[in-house]
């Protein structure tokens, strides 16, 4: 009768066992060389219908994978004749990185891969049709198969004295498992039934704070053909030098993110801060998530241990929508020395913002942009300005909406205003459509003014 024959890769004793069933052949010959001595060994004994001479059929699955990622126990090729005339319909099932060799007819057949895990992937598809004519020897029917996990947890440490390990806890339908993660290490899990799953981080030193989405805590869903990550950032301070956020508070009115903190640092070197708008837990709630404004080692605030900072972030989403958000900050020194990520609730702002007694922004000349202020009310503690640009002016890349561009990244903390020198390599006047000014008390409310003719 006739017998298809199974390759198994990497394994020197069934090297052996060919071998000898195959007349005593050396058993140093590579697979592949026993390859072509099979397919011309291969006869029938006792069915009248089976081939005596090729061709064959040689079926394999090349394999992409990460270390520790699961690619199946068992592959199942289901070999079809497809007139049905010859009535050849047989499954075969192998081990993932076996090699199949089966003696056909000429004829054309289709090919049915199955036993592929969820988390694997079939270059184009597990469905194939192979044409065999006559006087072929071997046709080779080559599976690309990619398999990511289901679910993995990255760790990414850096910075003075970096944590060396955590302890890490996944919970959800299936599954409820702790163990321990290296400070730069790679957790795969699989085998998880769908559902809704959550990723937590723990025994992270005083010093280190964890700056990815979601923070110490990643929700995550696994679905039949989803693979996800869980992609935990952590940064490390060096406690003599970290920057402190002694206040912060932030409010959303008019399309805008308005916010306002005090920050402390022993050095003087500030550079830049990171903002969202979240769930409160650490998870940002914008489709592009959150931004990062750098700057402040060359701005006003440039050498101070305690420095106030003003800052205001066009978003134009409906307020409603913020309610019951939160505004996170995080500010980090020219070295990477970072405070804890800080969240402030929206909608505890206690009142309106300042009003000024007059402000005017005007074209000096078409090679200046000056702003005139005047604000009365004691309860004044700094401004941030931004200006409304054409689309383009400042990105390169027209998106639908004007481009906004700011004074300073730290705003300023009275009604002097600096002129904007316009032309000679910089933003000419007509690039320039108003000017918005956020007006900050000393609770971090704020109010939004715009001046939308620069001419009078």
Same mark, same amino acid.
């Given at each position: 009768?006739?017998?298809?024959?199974?390759?198994?890769?990497?394994?020197?004793?069934?090297?052996?066992?060919?071998?000898?069933?195959?007349?005593?052949?050396?058993?140093?010959?590579?697979?592949?060389?026993?390859?072509?001595?099979?397919?011309?060994?291969?006869?029938?004994?006792d069915n009248p219908n089976a081939p005596n001479n090729p061709p064959y059929i040689a079926i394999v699955a090349i394999i992409s994978a990460p270390e520790g990622t699961q690619v199946?126990?068992?592959?199942?090729?289901?070999?079809?004749?497809?007139?049905?005339?010859?009535?050849?319909?047989?499954?075969?099932?192998?081990?993932?990185?076996?090699?199949?060799?089966?003696?056909?007819?000429?004829?054309?057949?289709?090919?049915?891969?199955?036993?592929?895990?969820?988390?694997?992937?079939?270059?184009?598809?597990?469905?194939?049709?192979?044409?065999?004519?006559?006087?072929?020897?071997?046709?080779?029917?080559?599976?690309?198969?990619?398999?990511?996990?289901?679910?993995?947890?990255?760790?990414?440490?850096?910075?003075?004295?970096?944590?060396?390990?955590?302890?890490?806890?996944?919970?959800?339908?299936?599954?409820?498992?702790?163990?321990?993660?290296?400070?730069?290490?790679?957790?795969?899990?699989?085998?998880?039934?769908?559902?809704?799953?959550?990723?937590?981080?723990?025994?992270?030193?005083?010093?280190?704070?964890?700056?990815? +989405?979601?923070?110490?805590?990643?929700?995550?869903?696994?679905?039949?053909?989803?693979?996800?990550?869980?992609?935990?950032?952590?940064?490390?301070?060096?406690?003599?030098?970290?920057?402190?956020?002694?206040?912060?508070?932030?409010?959303?009115?008019?399309?805008?993110?308005?916010?306002?903190?005090?920050?402390?640092?022993?050095?003087?070197?500030?550079?830049?801060?990171?903002?969202?708008?979240?769930?409160?837990?650490?998870?940002?709630?914008?489709?592009?998530?959150?931004?990062?404004?750098?700057?402040?080692?060359?701005?006003?605030?440039?050498?101070?241990?305690?420095?106030?900072?003003?800052?205001?972030?066009?978003?134009?989403?409906?307020?409603?929508?913020?309610?019951?958000?939160?505004?996170?900050?995080?500010?980090?020194?020219?070295?990477?020395?970072?405070?804890?990520?800080?969240?402030?609730?929206?909608?505890?702002?206690?009142?309106?913002?300042?009003?000024?007694?007059?402000?005017?922004?005007?074209?000096?000349?078409?090679?200046?942009?000056?702003?005139?202020?005047?604000?009365?009310?004691?309860?004044f503690a700094g401004s941030f300005v931004a200006a409304r640009m054409r689309d383009g002016a400042l990105s390169g890349t027209p998106d639908g909406q004007p481009d906004i561009g700011?004074?300073?990244?730290?705003?300023?903390?009275?009604?002097?205003?600096?002129?904007?020198?316009?032309?000679?390599?910089?933003?000419?006047?007509? +690039?320039?459509?108003?000017?918005?000014?956020?007006?900050?008390?000393?609770?971090?409310?704020?109010?939004?003014?715009?001046?939308?003719?620069?001419?009078?």
């Amino acid at each position: 009768m006739t017998r298809p024959v199974v390759l198994q890769s990497g394994a020197s004793q069934d090297v052996a066992q060919l071998g000898r069933r195959l007349g005593g052949l050396a058993v140093r010959l590579l697979p592949w060389a026993l390859l072509v001595t099979l397919l011309f060994g291969l006869s029938s004994c006792d069915n009248p219908n089976a081939p005596n001479n090729p061709p064959y059929i040689a079926i394999v699955a090349i394999i992409s994978a990460p270390e520790g990622t699961q690619v199946g126990v068992t592959y199942n090729y289901r070999v079809t004749e497809i007139s049905g005339t010859l009535h050849f319909d047989k499954t075969y099932p192998v081990a993932p990185s076996d090699t199949l060799i089966i003696p056909v007819k000429a004829a054309t057949y289709q090919v049915s891969l199955t036993g592929i895990p969820p988390q694997c992937l079939v270059q184009d598809g597990t469905e194939r049709l192979l044409y065999i004519p006559d006087g072929t020897n071997t046709a080779m029917l080559r599976y690309q198969v990619s398999c990511q996990s289901q679910f993995s947890a990255i760790t990414a440490t850096d910075g003075f004295q970096a944590d060396q390990a955590y302890i890490y806890r996944i919970t959800g339908p299936s599954l409820d498992t702790t163990g321990i993660l290296g400070a730069n290490d790679t957790l795969r899990v699989d085998g998880l039934a769908p559902g809704d799953y959550e990723a937590d981080l723990s025994h992270i030193a005083p010093n280190c704070v964890v700056t990815n +989405d979601g923070g110490r805590h990643i929700k995550f869903t696994v679905a039949d053909t989803v693979r996800t990550v869980a992609d935990f950032r952590i940064v490390c301070s060096d406690e003599t030098k970290r920057p402190h956020i002694d206040f912060f508070a932030g409010s959303y009115h008019d399309g805008t993110s308005g916010f306002m903190f005090r920050v402390a640092d022993p050095d003087g070197d500030v550079e830049r801060y990171f903002w969202d708008i979240t769930d409160c837990q650490g998870k940002s709630v914008l489709p592009g998530g959150g931004r990062v404004r750098r700057g402040l080692s060359t701005d006003r605030v440039r050498g101070e241990e305690t420095a106030t900072v003003f800052g205001a972030i066009e978003l134009g989403l409906p307020d409603a929508d913020m309610q019951g958000r939160c505004t996170s900050i995080r500010v980090e020194d020219e070295y990477g020395n970072s405070t804890p990520v800080s969240e402030e609730v929206i909608g505890n702002e206690s009142g309106p913002g300042p009003t000024p007694s007059s402000f005017n922004a005007i074209f000096t000349t078409i090679s200046s942009l000056s702003a005139n202020l005047v604000i009365n009310d004691p309860s004044f503690a700094g401004s941030f300005v931004a200006a409304r640009m054409r689309d383009g002016a400042l990105s390169g890349t027209p998106d639908g909406q004007p481009d906004i561009g700011v004074y300073n990244t730290a705003g300023f903390t009275d009604v002097l205003l600096p002129t904007v020198p316009l032309g000679s390599g910089r933003p000419p006047y007509y +690039d320039y459509y108003a000017v918005i000014l956020y007006l900050f008390d000393n609770q971090g409310n704020f109010s939004r003014i715009e001046d939308d003719d620069l001419f009078n």
